[in-house]
Every structure is written in structure tokens, then in C-alpha cells.
């Protein structure tokens, strides 16, 4: 029986420590450079501790648990998550502390976090926008004997989850307090959903209006904790609700925590412009962050002049807010790699497992040239892998970072 080279992949995106990207790595692969990596976690750490903040990173977003450590680790607050069942996959890693970006809807859901609350060292926090979801969670944790902790979300018209009305979230607060088994612990908002031509604006106002719900409940004693949680912020307006909570002087009477995830990799689209915006907002800021994620692979045909039919595809990587893009190209097997810039060329479309490229003028490719690509929208790239390649400068894997999607 022959046994398989110390350099192949037991499984996509796996490659062994100490490989080197360009002569060793079955590809395509997700990469994680680690200068860009541990620049982008110490940035939005230090960016939010200087706004009086807490950090809780959206975990949703690469769902690897190496990263929450490194996150935690740096002074994140707690990890945000969008369902029970993620919750229960980064418990099982570590994280004690999780804010659930969600309603926590059904009853197999509810056991799954019961359970993990018998664990007192586990602090945890999920959202509620419905008196119907009040009552079901009331009776369920009641007849398990745990309190659980909620917070209102609060949304807007045409949005996404949340009450609708600053008068429904005082309604709900209420239907809460009729409720032993449920402590109204803050007020939750996701202001990524305001779009147009006055987003700005409307994402300050309503900052201001969460502000605004979480002192009237505060004063009203709604809340079954001396220092209630306010929260908000996705990946793009950070700095907005950031300004607007100091503006309110939220953090004098509330736990401020912002709960942006895409940073931790950042990628060469739609947060690139996002990042471009908020620098452009904040002129005290001397750097943001650096893309960090790449997905790499070979060019697998060269069918016509000018065209080029790539290793990638759907399966690889995020295509739903912009197609790959081409960075550099690499000559397989030939270290120290030196990448050659191939941003003129463009993928045009993708299939399952083949992108398109257009070949720009002046640049000669041939079968087994590798090249990275940038992504847009890392969310949609990280859950198409169990294992991602942390490599350093010289494109050596130094760890292999897994998922748990």
C-alpha cells in the first residue's frame, strides 16, 4: 500500500504546516495572510476601546474559532452570533460569552441553549421583536427552571427583524415583565439595512432613537440589570453608530458594544468601499484595514486568445455582491514566489467549480499559473470551507484554521 506524499490535502483547503503556497498546496484554497489578519483585530479593538465601547465580533463571519480566540484575546467583550446552533459550536470552542444577533425561535433551539446554560460560567444573550416569541421563550425556560437573558430589537420600516415603532418596544418591555423566566437585560439595533441617498443621516437618527428607547426604559425600570447593553453596528457604519452612542453619551449609562465581523478579514469589495467611506468620515484615522482573505487556484485552460477558464468557482467563493478579482500571478512550484500583478484581467462569470477571466493585453499566462483573488463579501467566501491556510509573508502555512459552519 503506497502512502500519500506529506503534501497532499487530506481535505480541501488542508495543507500541511510549513508548505508553501505556490509548490506544495493542493489548490484552490482559502488564505488568510497573518500580517493583514493581526493588523485588521488590532485596529477595530483599538478603534472601539477609543470610542468608550465594548467589542462583541460578529462570529457569523468566518465561524472559525481560532479567530474568536484571537479576537477574545485582543479584548473583545463576547462574540455575536446569529443561531443556536452556531452558539453552540463556539461554546464548545471557548467562547463564554455570546450575544445572539436573533430571536431564538423554536423549541429545539431553546434546549440547545438551556443546556449550555447549566453552565454558570456562560453568559448569555439573545433578541426578541414579538410578543409571541415573549411567551413561547417565558413558558419553555420557565418549565426548565433557567432564566433567560433577552434584549428588544428595535428596527426600522422595510428592514430587516425588529419592532417597528419605539411604542412596540415599550409594549414588548412590558409583555417581558410578565414573564419570571425572562430578564430584559438591553435594546438591540441593525442599522446595515438603511440604504439611499440619506443613509447617513437615517443611521444617525436612529442611533439617536435607540438611545432615546434605551433611557425611557431605563427610567421606567424595565431593565433587570444596573447597567443595560446597547448595541448596534454591522461592518460598514461602525463609525456612525460609534459617534452617535458617544454623542448620547450612551456609554455613561449603558454598555456600549458594537458587533462589526467582516474586519477580522476585510476583503477588496464591498467593504473596501465601506472602509473607503469611513475614512473619508473620520480624517483622525491614519490607516484602516488590509484584506486579508484570498482564495487561490490554478489557471486550468486557455481555450481562446485572451480567455482564461480558471479553478474556481461558486463552491470557492462569494459571488452574490461582486466576482472574484484578480490580484497576482504566481508561477507554480518557482519559491521565493514573486507575484506578477494581474489586476487588469477580469472574472466576467462563474460557474460551480470554473471562473472566466478576460486576459488583459501584455499578459502571458500559461496551464498551472496560479493566482489569488480577492473576494467581496468575506461571510459568503469563509462558508464554503472547513479549513482555511494562515500563511506568513513568505506564503508558508503556519496553521491551518478551521471552520464550524
Request: glycine content about 8%; hydrophobic content about 45%; overall charge negative.
Amino acid at each position: 500500500m503506497s502512502s500519500a506524499p506529506h503534501t497532499a490535502a487530506v481535505e480541501k483547503g488542508f495543507a500541511q504546516t510549513g508548505a508553501n503556497l505556490v509548490r506544495d498546496v493542493s489548490l484552490p484554497a482559502l488564505v488568510l495572510h497573518r500580517e493583514a489578519l493581526e493588523h485588521n483585530i488590532r485596529w477595530m479593538q483599538a478603534f472601539v476601546s477609543n470610542s468608550g465601547a465594548e467589542l462583541a465580533p460578529h462570529g457569523k463571519t468566518s465561524m472559525t474559532p481560532a479567530l474568536f480566540r484571537r479576537q477574545l484575546d485582543a479584548g473583545a467583550w463576547g462574540i455575536t452570533l446569529a443561531s443556536a446552533t452556531q452558539t453552540r459550536a463556539a461554546y464548545a470552542h471557548g467562547v463564554r460569552r455570546v450575544l445572539m444577533a436573533n430571536q431564538l425561535v423554536g423549541t429545539p433551539n431553546m434546549a440547545l441553549i438551556a443546556d449550555l446554560l447549566a453552565d454558570p460560567t456562560f453568559d448569555f444573550y439573545c433578541m426578541v421583536d414579538h410578543p409571541d416569541n415573549v411567551a413561547d421563550l417565558g413558558a419553555y425556560f420557565a418549565s426548565r427552571g433557567v432564566r433567560l437573558n433577552v434584549m428588544i430589537e428595535y428596527g426600522v420600516v422595510g428592514g430587516r427583524c425588529g419592532c417597528r415603532s419605539e411604542q412596540e418596544v415599550l409594549d414588548l418591555a412590558k409583555a417581558i415583565a410578565a414573564q419570571p423566566a425572562l430578564a430584559l437585560t438591553g435594546i438591540e439595533g441593525y442599522e446595515g439595512v438603511i440604504h439611499g441617498d440619506h443613509a447617513v443621516s437615517g443611521i444617525r437618527a436612529f442611533a439617536g432613537s435607540l438611545v432615546r428607547l434605551a433611557v425611557q426604559l431605563q427610567d421606567s425600570g424595565a431593565f433587570a440589570i444596573a447597567q443595560p447593553i446597547i448595541t448596534a453596528s454591522g461592518s460598514a457604519w461602525y463609525d456612525l453608530i460609534a459617534e452617535e452612542f458617544e454623542a448620547q453619551n450612551a456609554a455613561g449609562r449603558f454598555l456600549s458594544v458594537l458587533r462589526p465581523g467582516s474586519y477580522v478579514a476585510h476583503d477588496h469589495g464591498i467593504y473596501k468601499v465601506a472602509q473607503c467611506c469611513v475614512l473619508d468620515r473620520r480624517s483622525d484615522l491614519q490607516e484602516g484595514l488590509r484584506p486579508a482573505l484570498e482564495v487561490w487556484a490554478h489557471v486550468q485552460s486557455l481555450p481562446e486568445p485572451g480567455f482564461a477558464v480558471i479553478a474556481l468557482g461558486k463552491r470557492d467563493v462569494a459571488y452574490d455582491a461582486g466576482l472574484p478579482v484578480p490580484l497576482l500571478r504566481y508561477k507554480a512550484g518557482v519559491v521565493p514566489a514573486k507575484g506578477d500583478d494581474v489586476g487588469a484581467c477580469k472574472v466576467t462569470a462563474v460557474m460551480d467549480q470554473h471562473a472566466f477571466m478576460t486576459v488583459a493585453p501584455g499578459i502571458e499566462l500559461r496551464v498551472g499559473d496560479i493566482i489569488s483573488f480577492g473576494t467581496s463579501h468575506p461571510c459568503l467566501t469563509f462558508d464554503k470551507w472547513r479549513t482555511g491556510c494562515l500563511v506568513d509573508e513568505q506564503l508558508n502555512v503556519i496553521e491551518n484554521m478551521e471552520t464550524c459552519f
